[in-house]
């Protein structure tokens, strides 16, 4: 039953993952601009440049506050990547107690550690 809900969960962040894509593009080009063009406004000289890069930057900050929402699609990238990891360990820790428990040297060499002790 715990897998089944894990594999639901998954279900429903790959959604809305998919569903955000768009707007997590935009946002990261959005950030990346404001990136450039506060390297331009470090690299001009004259005010008005300083002022028109002033301007665009106050442009690209609003198309990146109106993507605001992509957050959601990041918190639910990191959900389906708890979820997986989780899946994973699940089922490396059984099949890790198969293999130990089904091993005859491993009792061996729990008991020979014994007796050294």
Do not use: C, H
């Amino acid at each position: 039953m715990n897998k089944f809900l894990l594999f639901l969960g998954g279900l429903a962040a790959l959604f809305v993952l998919l569903a955000m894509l768009g707007p997590m593009v935009l946002l990261a080009v959005s950030i990346w601009l404001l990136y450039v063009i506060f390297k331009q406004f470090m690299k001009s000289d004259s005010t008005i440049g300083k002022i028109g890069w002033v301007i665009a930057g106050l442009i690209v900050f609003g198309i990146g506050l109106s993507n605001i929402y992509a957050i959601i699609g990041v918190a639910a990238a990191y959900g389906l990547y708890l979820i997986f990891r989780n899946f994973r360990s699940d089922r490396s820790e059984a099949k890790e107690k198969t293999i130990v428990d089904d091993d005859p040297f491993a009792n061996f060499e729990k008991q020979w550690a014994e007796l050294n002790q």
